[in-house]
């Protein structure tokens, strides 16, 4: 595919610009904005949730999830923040509207947003599990967890937002280049990372300091320095490396060092049992039902357990692009699978 002489000429005019940037969505602010120590508060999240339809149906499809072990089917609002708590329910909401905001760009040859999409609620998910191995006093609320977890590759959907042919031109190097590190790779076609461009967006929308430095470094070679202050970082980082390439490439194959548990004061020997669970968290996630379409939930898939055994690597995330039919939507997971196999034996 050619693109023009300069890859991302686009995007730098927008960071250039931060007036062009991609505005918060409305309700996304109305979000942060309220304060849930009041029961009208409480209330009026609850009402805002419920006057979107896909908000709705995605914080319904992640309740109804086996990923949230419940056993029984969340049909309202109410029973999902019942079950997820609300400070914890707003995280999510906010999370969800901000992606939302870019997701339903159209799919290109090398990328699709809806993978992406699963990819960063499967992170958010397995940071969530792993945090729950911490210490509590060094241990992040749990509301940044889920906020880190599905705004952390913002900048992925942000360049795919303000210029198509750089982001397919990104993810075309990335299968050509399957070794290479991404931060690499973007640094030759753009002259920045996705990290780089999201901080700029979240700092742009003025959301939290925790948050701006989980989209900015969570590939850095200096997170070691920022665990202690934000175990956010290392968080998305441990989590995206227990889920190599798992929705979306960034070639993210090391394996979770000691050191880098002993950052977030969870002993090593656990980690072949949590790199368990996070692979059947990831296909819990890939159940989740696909929510662009529809604003139903559907009926709550039954829980899977893994035992004692060791997975190494999950199947990619999966998601029904818009008016597909069924017979494709069956085929996807079979090439999505067939196309994970073929990049572990490059």
């Given amino acids: 595919m050619e693109i023009s002489r300069q890859p991302g000429s686009k995007l730098k005019l927008a960071l250039d610009n931060l007036g062009s940037l991609p505005a918060i969505p409305a309700i996304a602010q109305k979000l942060l ?4 120590d009041t029961e009208a508060g409480e209330a009026q999240m609850l009402a805002l949730i ?11 499809g992640l309740a109804n999830s086996s990923a949230m072990g419940v056993g029984r089917k969340i049909n309202d609002i109410q029973s999902a923040a019942m079950l997820l708590g609300m400070k914890r329910l707003k995280a999510v909401a906010i999370g969800i509207a901000t992606m939302s905001k870019m997701d339903n760009q159209p799919a290109v040859k090398n990328f699709d947003p809806h993978d992406l999409w ?3 609620m499967t992170v958010a998910i397995v940071m969530n599990m792993v945090s729950r191995e911490m210490p509590k006093r060094v241990r992040p609320d749990e509301n940044q967890i889920f906020l880190a977890g599905l705004l952390h590759d913002i900048g992925l959907m942000a ?17 050509l280049q399957p070794r ?14 996705h990290g780089h461009i999201g901080a700029q967006l979240v700092q742009h929308w003025q959301l939290p300091k925790e948050i701006i430095e989980v989209v900015g470094l969570h590939h850095s070679h200096d ?3 920022m665990a202690l202050g934000n175990p956010l970082v290392r968080l998305v980082n441990i989590a995206e490396k227990l889920l190599p390439d798992f929705g979306i490439s960034e070639h993210t194959y090391e394996a979770v060092n000691e050191s880098e548990w002993y950052e977030l004061c969870i002993d ?7 790199s368990a669970s996070a692979n059947e968290l990831a296909i819990q996630v890939v159940q989740l039902p696909d929510t662009h379409d529809v604003a139903q939930p559907e009926v709550m898939l039954g829980q899977r357990k893994v035992g004692q055994q060791t997975i190494r690597h999950a199947a990619p995330a999966v998601s029904r692009p818009a008016g597909k039919p069924v017979f494709s939507m069956m085929l996807a997971p079979v090439k999505a699978l067939v196309k994970w196999i073929n990049g572990l034996l490059r």
């Fill in 223 to 225: 997170i070691a320095d």
């Fill in 268 to 274: 090593p020997a656990l980690a072949e049992e949590l």
């Fill in 33 to 36: 904005a309220l304060q849930l």
């Fill in 180 to 193: 290479r590190p991404i931060c690499d790779i973007e640094m030759e076609l753009f002259g920045m990372t």
């Fill in 159 to 175: 360049l795919h937002f303000l210029d198509l042919e750089a982001s397919e031109e990104l993810h075309h190097q990335l299968r």
């Fill in 118 to 120: 699963s990819h960063s």
């Fill in 50 to 60: 419920e006057q979107d339809p896909q908000l709705f149906a995605r914080v319904i």
